[in-house]
Nanobody
Framework: QVQLVESGGGLVQPGGSLRLSCAASGRTFSSYHMGWFRQAPGKEREFVGAISRSGATTAYSDSVKGRFTISRDNAKNTMYLQMNSLKPEDTAVYYC???????????????WGQGTQVTVSS
């Protein structure tokens, strides 16, 4: 198993940028496909993006494609979400998660972090 901890959330103005980090507990990090999800008040948790075990491939939701970039550094057991051109509708709690399979649906992810709040507002 793996433990995940997100960091880097905060308040940012529309059009601004923010980088989230997800730190994993052990040296098994490279065995997992990783994903970012978000959940706004009153809404279901939704897929943001995912990255393969090696980092060679990525996938994004249509709502963030072209603005967000996922990367990972397996030597540091860390995954990142670079968020640019942020919009108020990006406001949510952001979660990182780990899966044994390359999937986008949250039910395929076995391990989750505690979440970090991102607020985009003037």
């Amino acid at each position: 198993q793996v433990q995940l901890v997100e960091s880097g959330g905060g308040l940012v103005q529309p059009g601004g940028s923010l980088r989230l980090s997800c730190a994993a507990s052990g040296r098994t990090f490279s065995s997992y496909h990783m994903g970012w999800f978000r959940q706004a008040p009153g809404k279901e948790r939704e897929f943001v993006g995912a990255i393969s075990r090696s980092g060679a491939t990525t996938a994004y939701s249509d709502s963030v494609k072209g603005r967000f970039t996922i990367s990972r550094d397996n030597a540091k057991n860390t995954m990142y979400l670079q968020m640019n051109s942020l919009k108020p509708e990006d406001t949510a709690v952001y979660y990182c998660a780990a899966s044994q399979n390359p999937r986008t649906a949250p039910q395929f992810y076995s391990y989750w972090g505690q979440g970090t709040q991102v607020t985009v507002s003037s």
